[in-house]
T-cell receptor
Framework: DQQVKQNSPSLSVQEGRISILNCDYT??????FLWYKKYPAEGPTFLIS?????DKNEDGRFTVFLNKSAKHLSLHIVPSQPGDSAVYFC????????????FGQGTELSVKP | SQTIHQWPATLVQPVGSPLSLECTVE??????LYWYRQAAGRGLQLLFY??????ISSEVPQNLSASRPQDRQFILSSKKLLLSDSGFYLC????????????FGNGTRLTVT
């Protein structure tokens, strides 16, 4: 049962343009959502998060949008840079669940110069 | 600042041999601790988590086990490795407070031959 889904395994974007990564979830108990960035042979690095009481959170070039009714969140990166090329994971958690995160399968972003 | 150490970085073990991966966290106390595995080309799967010394929750039945002998030490073990145990193992910690992110170590690449 895949509670968090990233349906696009890969995405290619031109440098300077916007990258939009999408994520869907099925568990309505999830109330905290995160995005991580991962390079090969390294651990994931936390990027940005959003709680279910908000619908948008922005941090520099990164913005996360949450649509609770659609059970959908997205990560916008603008402008995209070649150094953003990595695998991006969305994750979700429910309070009182030991803080465990349920991850999606990841989307590999390639930003071309 | 907090840091997480995970070792070894890579490990090649024969089928049937034992396993011990260690993870320690510095700069914080009473963290929640987690073991995740990333199989080739797949997402991050939660294996174990711990909210305190000696308290281990298992998410996936398998031939692996985890222990937390000290507050900031988390160990992943197996008595007899299987080929299917190959993968990228990640340790992570988070503050107890709700809505705080997980912070990952750099992972251990385990190859069972």
């Amino acid at each position: 049962d895949q509670q968090v889904k990233q349906n696009s395994p890969s995405l290619s974007v031109q440098e300077g343009r916007i990258s939009i990564l999408n994520c869907d979830y099925t568990n309505s108990m999830f109330d905290y959502f995160l995005w991580y960035k991962k390079y090969p042979a390294e651990g994931p690095t936390f990027l940005i998060s959003i709680s279910s009481i908000k619908d948008k959170n922005e941090d520099g070039r990164f913005t996360v949008f949450l649509n609770k009714s659609a059970k959908h969140l997205s990560l916008h990166i603008v402008p995209s840079q070649p150094g953003d090329s990595a695998v991006y994971f969305c994750a979700a958690s429910a309070h009182n669940q030991g803080g465990k995160l349920i991850f999606g399968q990841g989307t590999e972003l390639s930003v071309k110069p | 600042s907090q840091t997480i150490h995970q070792w070894p970085a890579t490990l090649v073990q024969p089928v049937g041999s034992p396993l011990s991966l260690e993870c320690t966290v510095e700069g914080t106390s009473n963290p929640n601790l987690y073991w995740y595995r990333q199989a080739a080309g797949r997402g991050l799967q939660l294996l174990f988590y711990s909210v305190g010394i000696g308290q281990i929750s298992s998410e996936v039945p398998q031939n692996l086990s985890a222990s937390r002998p000290q507050d900031r030490q988390f160990i992943l073990s197996s008595k007899k490795l299987l080929l299917s145990d190959s993968g990228f193992y990640l340790c992570a910690w988070k503050r107890v407070a709700n809505n705080s992110p997980l912070h990952f170590g750099n992972g251990t690449r385990l190859t069972v031959t």
